[in-house]
């Protein structure tokens, strides 16, 4: 099985700073990648595919970035509706594993 | 604009079971594979199960294999989840997930999801 390796786990930050988000897979996975944002109570919801294709109708503050075993999310300038959890997600192969999820709170 | 609804869940017992179901509309069913994906309060999201376009093939994760069966009924556009022997560590929202692809085929994960039912088991 594919182990998707998330940090930080979680993180403090203010409005209008740059955050980023990383995954590591336990072995390459081309761009077999997807991040999804998770409210609290809410069902997630995806950002990114492909590694680095935003969603359409995501706000282009988001972007992600890498391939192979290493995977980046960057939110550029946090807003306040950015507060929440996210996650990576595997898609190479079965089983399809999430990372461990990081939770963005407001400093 | 699709929308996935899923039904099905509640309070059971130990070793009880449940069948959940998850109503399509809004794309093409029959072409789509589709997931479950489960969320103990509290804690991360977990990949359940798989089906492809036309239910020939399945997939389970290893800690709901033999107890768990996915199917689909394409005729309805309805994925269901039976779950049986249920546990206490099956206590979770459970989502279904649409499966999204590009135009050559390229799977691309899950895109749309619905908004969850809970399973809660419990004596």
């Known amino acids: 099985d594919i182990q998707m390796t998330q940090s930080p786990s979680s993180l403090s930050a203010s409005v209008g700073d740059r955050v980023i988000i990383t995954c590591r897979a336990s072995?390459?996975?081309?761009?077999?990648l997807g991040w999804y944002q998770q409210k609290s109570g809410g069902a997630p919801k995806r950002l990114i595919y492909?590694?680095?294709t935003l969603q359409s109708g995501v706000p282009s503050r988001f972007s992600g970035s890498g391939s192979g075993t290493e995977f980046t999310l960057t939110i550029s300038s946090l807003q306040p509706e950015d507060f929440a959890t996210y996650y990576c997600?595997?898609?190479?192969?079965?089983?399809?594993?999430f990372g461990q999820g990081t939770k963005v709170e407001i400093k | 604009e699709v929308q996935l609804l899923e039904s099905g869940g509640g309070l059971v017992q130990p070793g009880g079971s449940l069948r959940l179901s998850c109503a399509a509309s809004?794309?093409?069913?029959?072409?789509?594979?589709m997931n479950w994906v489960r969320q103990a309060p509290g804690k991360g999201l977990e990949w359940v199960s798989s089906i492809s376009g036309s239910g020939g093939d399945t997939y389970y994760a290893d800690s709901v294999k033999g107890r768990f069966t996915i199917s689909r009924d394409n005729s309805k556009t309805t994925l269901y989840l039976q779950i049986n022997s249920l546990r206490v560590e099956d206590t979770a929202m459970y989502y279904c997930?649409?499966?999204?692809?590009?135009?050559?085929?390229?799977?691309?994960?899950?895109?749309?999801w619905g908004q969850g039912t809970t399973v809660t088991v419990s004596s």
């Open positions: 809004g794309f093409t069913f029959s072409i789509s594979s």
């Open positions: 072995q390459g996975i081309g761009n077999d």
């Open positions: 997600l595997q898609h190479n192969s079965y089983p399809q594993t």
């Open positions: 997930a649409k499966g999204d692809y590009s135009d050559y085929g390229w799977y691309y994960g899950m895109d749309v």
């Open positions: 492909a590694a680095s």
